[in-house]
């Protein structure tokens, strides 16, 4: 076991991830900031240009402690990020809506974490190819030896970007409605409605043979939740990794 | 039909929002904007503090070329956003995973919209009423006759942020995977896996009675899924507003 995985490893405090609406919703610990990083397959990644705000969302991965992702060499959003930029790494999921009996008390359940570091990207050759090895590792262990490799023109085409996790806080709730003791009579239905985003049937391209290799494959069951697929492969990827 | 249902009606294009990666991917007009914008019931929203980006998720709300959100009064993103400062909301969806022969030619299908403008306070007790009673009305029509109204406290704890939006780029894969002609020969599994979110069986609470009052809730059966719920909405919330 090591560092990260200890229960009591947790990212630093400061003013940017202090959580100050309802903290007791928040976290800081590893464990619950990894296991929401590690849940969703989407982020969306916050930098400036120009004092603008942007807000991109793309594929990340993690190892350790470290957040990255990747991009075409022309994307605006990583030539931005280029240098050790500011830059606030997001990923939610909704859980469900939450009905109560006023509009007040209304809510919805959610995992959410925001990741705060420097953003810079993954220089060299070597390093961004194994990088990108190490993004299909994770979301389809065993693949890479199923593929053609990387062309050198395909690592000059990407650009990855790896951001240390300076500071980080997880926002959950996972509850019932709660009402006032005095709303309690109104005659509305009240209760949660959950969401979750589920796996579909695979759309087979035309030109795959009959025993095409499915290495990589197996978390993505139809009819599964795409959250428990993604943080069985980051298990996996992270006890291969060590 | 008004001037943002023309098929023709478009956000205008500057620096913040012309889609250079992939722009045969962008679209600006309004119809294809708001229909991400619509399908989505997560936003997530960015905005500067200090020069440091922030990336809060929330659930957002359209009137016509215009967002909305929320929170209570003590929100950090909220205090930030009072004094029309820039911000970026941008929602997006995943809709699919594309699987290629090479490394380089995995993707994504998705669904994503950012939008640029200044954020600003809804101000005034009336006012903000009116916009939650609003944000009610487009994800559970009806629902509002059956709650009990909101007090003076419960406007004077929440905040309701609006942005008319300025610029905009709505972003859209939906296709099969593509390989390069020479690569096809490769016996690796390629194609879509699919993934959609959708509607759980409803968890009641217990102290619903035995005849609750189900208003605004029909959009939401079990199975369905919850794009279709949310443009479903949208549009009897346009309709109604006319």
Redesign the interface.
Known sequence: MNEQTLPEAAYPVDV?NRV???HDRGAYDHASVHAVLDAG??A?????ID???????T?HWREGTRLYWH??S???MLRAQAGGV?????V?M?D??V?A????N?S?N?R?V?C?GEAALVEGAEEKSAA??A??DR??PG??A??????AQ?IK??KVVGMEIAAASAKVRAD??H?EPE??D????????????????????P???P?????G?DA?APGRR?DEAMVELAHLYEGAAR
């Open positions: 940017r100050k609406r309802r397959m989407l969306h990644v916050s930098y400036v004092g603008q705000p942007y807000c991109t969302p594929i991009g075409s022309a994307s605006r500011p830059v606030c790494v997001t939610a909704l469900g809506l009905m009996r006023t509009g007040m209304h919805a959610y959410s925001m705060f990108l090895l993004m299909i979301y389809f693949r890479n199923t593929l053609r490799e990387f062309s395909d085409a990407t019932l409605n009402d709303d309690l109104n005659p509305t239905w009240a209760g949660v409605i959950p969401v979750s985003t589920v796996i579909g049937a695979p759309e087979p391209c030109h795959n043979g025993e095409a290799i499915r290495s494959l993505y795409l």
